[in-house]
């Protein structure tokens, strides 16, 4: 029987963060292998333009900076291959991956950059309307919303962060609570609390994002006086959680209580061997293209030198 070939680097997602490790992984000789996964480009293919990623002095359209990405991995050797791995098997040494055809994969090391999937409120206006004034990310389209009034969705730290962010470049910002009390740390509270231009709407949750072409307002409701209101708002930013793509690796890496894998601080390392972790599946705060494609770079360095370590390499 023909003997099942070992690759030396598997990636599986192509963000920011498994592009850039395919381009260091690639480089380094490790002949690297990306699964896109089920949305090649991840996150940014959602977005329109990226202002804030360093080289761009004009800025990009984000499924274009992600085909950039590409086409860098791709130039020096790093394979893309457009299929989802679903099943694995980390017991090691040799790591076995399944794709969702079935057909078994077998690595060395592994990086995983599957990334994360904003929570959406999952309404058809909301649909609609995405990236024409809705979004999940204030740093990224908040800028393009300045000296507009604006509503932010969730009683989290993102959200908080969010409107305490856009407060700096809005005259008003709404901030849409479900509960009568925040999830978010009282430190984020009290600063919240403590900004002249952001509005706290308790037991509120949103009925409808208004407008057609663009967001021009969103219709809310108070679940204690089933009142609805209309805010005068032209951005909304849902920041209601983020979901970890870590599903197929539960039980087989170290996760923390909402699937986030857990890596060793300042590393790419998880808690197996030739297992490494980059970008958002890894990093519930920064969730930035930059610092994705940082930790990518990281975990490509990380697994060159477990290679090597191991006389793989
Ligand atoms: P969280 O899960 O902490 O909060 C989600 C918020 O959204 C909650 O207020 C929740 O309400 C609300 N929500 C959920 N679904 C809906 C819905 N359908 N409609 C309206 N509201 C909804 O997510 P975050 O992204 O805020 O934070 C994730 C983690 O990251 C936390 O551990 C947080 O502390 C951390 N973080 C830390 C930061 C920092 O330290 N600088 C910055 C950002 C995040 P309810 O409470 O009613 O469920």
Known sequence: MEEKQ????????????????GIYAARASMTPIIFTGPQPGGQLTITTDVENYPGYPEGVQGPEMMEDFRKQAERFGTVVKYEVIDKVDFTGPVHKLWTTGGEEIQAHAVIISTGASARWLGIPSEEKLMNKGVSSCAVCDGFFFRGKEMA??????????????LSKISPKVNLLVRR?????????????????NIDIHWNTVVDEILGEEEVDGVRVLNRLTNEKTVLPVKAVFVAIGHIPNT????????????GYIVTKPGSSLTNVEGIF?????????????????????????????????????
């Open 277 to 313: 972790a980059a970008g958002d599946c890894q990093d519930r705060i920064y969730r930035q293209a930059i610092t994705a494609a940082g930790s990518g770079a990281m975990a490509a360095l990380d697994a060159e030198r477990y290679l090597s370590e191991k006389e793989i390499l």
């Open 180 to 196: 009568d009390e925040m999830r978010a740390s009282q430190i984020m509270q009290d600063r919240v609390k403590k900004a002249a």
């Open 247 to 258: 599903q197929p690796f539960k039980g087989w890496i170290d996760m923390d209580d909402q």
């Open 6 to 21: 070992i690759h030396n680097c598997l990636i599986l997602g192509a963000g920011p963060s498994g592009y850039t490790a």
């Open 152 to 165: 932010v969705v969730g009683g989290g730290d993102s959200a908080l962060e969010e409107a305490l962010y």
